[in-house]
């Protein structure tokens, strides 16, 4: 977390006094899934939730800048372990399995600034960069345990209302892996989704 903050500190620095920093509350929706190292079961898409704050740091004129953040966010799937015999002779049904998460992310992004006055009421903006998930506590299920920290990525897109107003959308695809289960070696998960996010940046 401390080389985290350092790297973000360096890139402010990077970007200069003429860079202009807002900040503000942020909430969303997230709708993941598991994808299993093997497919043994059943593994399907089930809607989370998130919130935090995000920043921004751009430079004017031009249209880049970054974005990070701290949030919250309750993610995960359906995980069918109860079609099993390996998990269900130890009665371990199928289930909604959730993470608790604390993320972090980190992404550079590109905002059209420069359309004859319209930006001051739509802003078009693209965004995308890594995304560090710290996997704090999980649903109770016996058949798995969590990984502590997960790297990933993330891609998208959004708007900017009234230069206030941000809603974006986009795609996160987990890189390492987020939980392993406690009976097969080298059977793992990573998490990835969709989310859509809201911003109200001061």
């Known amino acids: 977390m401390k080389k985290l903050f350092l790297m973000i500190v360096c890139l402010a620095v990077a970007f200069g006094a003429s860079a202009k920093f807002r900040v503000g509350p942020t909430v969303g929706a997230n709708f993941d899934t598991f994808r299993w190292s093997q497919k043994l079961f059943t593994s399907d898409m089930r809607p989370g939730f998130s919130a935090g704050l995000q920043c921004e740091l751009m430079i004017p004129g031009i249209g880049f800048g970054i974005d990070f953040g701290l949030k919250y966010a309750n993610r995960g799937g359906y995980c069918g372990f109860g079609e099993q015999f390996v998990w269900s002779s ?7 399995l959730r993470l608790h998460t604390i993320q972090v992310p980190l992404n550079l992004r590109f905002k059209w600034t420069r359309m004859d006055g319209f930006e001051n009421y739509l802003a078009p903006f693209v965004f995308g960069g890594p995304q560090f998930n710290f996997n704090v506590a999980n649903s109770k299920c016996e058949a798995v345990k969590r990984n502590a920290v997960a790297v990933g990525l993330e891609v998208g ?30 059977f793992n998960a990573t998490i990835r989704g969709w989310i859509v996010d809201f911003a109200v940046l001061f």
Request: proline share 0%; net charge negative; glycine share 8%.
């Open 157 to 186: 897109l959004g708007v900017e209302i009234f230069k206030r107003f941000q809603l974006s959308g986009g795609y996160v695809w987990d890189m390492t892996d987020d939980i392993k289960t406690r009976k097969l070696d080298e």
């Open 90 to 96: 130890d009665n371990v049904s199928s289930s909604n």
